[in-house]
């Protein structure tokens, strides 16, 4: 039994270390200098161990250019729309999965029916709007249209469900309100699906193209996906090719850090979802 977990584990390296090897080559690059990878024509001269080795593309990228402005940027712009995706979800989820209100079923039916339509779809309305509103090239700008997102609603709707309701009847007759059961009850168990949500709306918005390219139209209001996409549109701006590698790992360093501190979250959320339902 041992040999065949050993075993397994030996079969699943293999496609692991495969899928990894493209970020390997780019961290390698990266500690790579500009003037050794501009000298080499062969692809197969580029190996996983840098050598020579240098950090001067890091160094080189937070002394010149806007990269340390485009990561800031991201920041505010990930942590703004993961705490405003948490609000509207846990309190929408709730009020769906435990309250009674009128039009309690229309209002679920079309969060659900927002599953289906693709966001590119509501683009051309949405720059209209924020155009008349004038908020374009701003944070609120790329933060406020992905606060409502109907995943967010139904997943947090469907762990309420999943609760049970004898936890909510019994504060209830101990003359507890709905708003202190919310906050102080459902909240603290709901965790682990916060974290989970939480995660992948940080992941979703620091990785967000499409949105950032129609509304952020200056370089000073750039995310770090789209600041970068500028740097390598125009390959002579990005001084060389270990400094775009460089730029690439500095981008995806913050998500993978992330995932690694909070993937227990995940696996809890999916765990527990599994379980009850």
């Not at 019994?170 to 009850?185: E, K, P, S, T, Y």
Request: charged letters at 10%.
């Amino acid at each position: 039994m041992n040999r065949g977990y050993y075993w397994l584990i030996m079969l699943l390296s293999i496609p692991a270390f495969i899928w990894l090897v493209p970020t390997l080559w780019m961290v390698s690059l990266s500690f790579q200098p500009n003037d050794v990878l501009a000298r080499t024509t062969s692809s197969t001269a580029f190996g996983l161990i840098p050598l020579p080795f240098t950090a001067e593309n890091y160094a080189a990228l937070f002394s010149f250019g806007q990269t340390p402005l485009w990561f800031l940027n991201s920041a505010i712009v990930a942590i703004g729309m993961t705490l405003g995706v948490l609000a509207v979800s846990t309190t929408s989820g709730y009020a769906l999965a435990r309250l009674e209100f009128p039009l309690k079923t229309p209002i679920t039916i079309l969060c659900l029916i927002g599953l289906m339509v693709p966001e590119q779809a509501v683009f051309i309305p949405l720059y209209t709007m924020f155009a008349d509103f004038g908020w374009h090239n701003s944070y609120h700008a790329l933060i406020l249209p992905r606060m409502a997102v109907p995943i967010g609603v139904f997943l947090m709707m469907q762990f309420f469900k999943a609760i049970p309701k004898d936890i909510e009847e019994a504060a209830r007759i101990d003359g507890v309100g709905w708003l202190q059961i919310f906050w102080h009850i459902m909240l603290p168990l709901a965790r682990p699906a916060m974290m989970t949500l939480a995660i992948l709306t940080f992941l979703y918005a620091w990785n967000d193209y499409l949105w950032p390219l129609v509304s952020a139209r200056e370089p000073e209001r750039f995310t770090i996906t789209l600041g970068l996409a500028s740097i390598q549109s125009n390959f002579a701006q990005s001084e060389g090719l270990g400094r775009v590698m460089a730029s690439g790992v500095i981008a995806s360093l913050p998500v993978v850090i992330l995932f690694l501190i909070f993937q227990r979250y995940v696996v809890q959320a999916m765990t527990a979802g599994g379980t009850k339902g």
